[in-house]
């Protein structure tokens, strides 16, 4: 167990509606990051929140948007849910941003239908 | 923008053989660290190994090894006496020691290995 804990396990959608996942750092962890692995693919990185600010983004619409909060747990808010967004979305927690080691969560199943 | 590629979709192996896991990279930088993660059927990736590009040395975790040829930008991962818990989709993946890139990791598609008694 890594202590990076993610919720709901898994969530089924309508396509248009809104979601919000959840991720909460391993304690010490100032640093998270999001990414999302869509089936039979590797991860791709979604964003990273360091100190409650938004810290790097990938190749994703604005639609796609977090939160971090005051004791560094993390939101992902997906707005205008498409089919394609249905994957396994992955949250990873860091000491600091220089750190070489990332804690992974078992990641939300999110299904779009 | 880096790349990462795994050639491999699939590989297997007999219990208490080696297998070699191939990875491929593309980068323009040259200080960079490149990782190892196992995904078993629970989803939480989980860190099998890591290589720090100014090390030539490499990089050793009890039965995991790894072959760092930095000039041809490849990274393959060797299991020695491989065993039923190894069985898992292995993912290699890259990370910039660029201050600006943060934690950030680029992954490559991922080998699915089976172990078979």
């Known amino acids: 167990e890594t202590g990076v804990t993610q919720s709901p396990t898994h969530l089924i959608k309508t396509r248009g509606q809104q979601v919000t996942l959840r991720c909460s750092s391993q304690?010490?962890?100032?640093?998270v990051s999001w990414y999302q692995q869509a089936l039979g693919q590797g991860p791709q990185f979604i964003f990273q929140y360091y100190r409650e600010e938004e810290n790097g983004r990938g190749n994703f619409p604005p639609r796609f948007s977090g939160l971090q909060f005051p004791n560094y747990s993390s939101e992902l808010n997906v707005n205008a849910l498409e089919l394609d967004d249905s994957a396994l979305y992955l949250c990873?927690?860091?000491?600091?941003?220089?750190?070489?080691?990332?804690?992974f969560g078992q990641g939300t199943r999110l299904t779009v239908v | 923008a880096q790349t990462v590629t795994q050639s491999q979709p699939e590989m297997s192996v007999q219990e208490a053989e080696t297998v070699t896991l191939s990875c491929t990279y593309d980068t323009s930088e040259s200080d960079y660290y490149l990782f190892w993660y196992k995904q078993p059927p629970s989803r939480q990736m989980i860190l099998v190994i890591r290589q720090e590009a100014y090390k030539q040395q490499n990089a050793t975790e009890n039965r995991f090894s790894v072959n760092f040829q930095k000039a041809a930008k490849s990274f393959s991962l060797k299991i020695s006496d491989s065993q039923l818990g190894d069985a898992a989709m292995y993912f290699c993946a890259y990370r910039s020691a660029k201050e600006t890139s943060g934690s950030r990791l680029t992954f490559g598609e991922g080998t699915q290995l089976t172990v078979n008694p």
């Open positions: 304690s010490g962890h100032n640093t």
């Open positions: 990873a927690s860091s000491f600091d941003t220089d750190s070489t080691e990332a804690f």
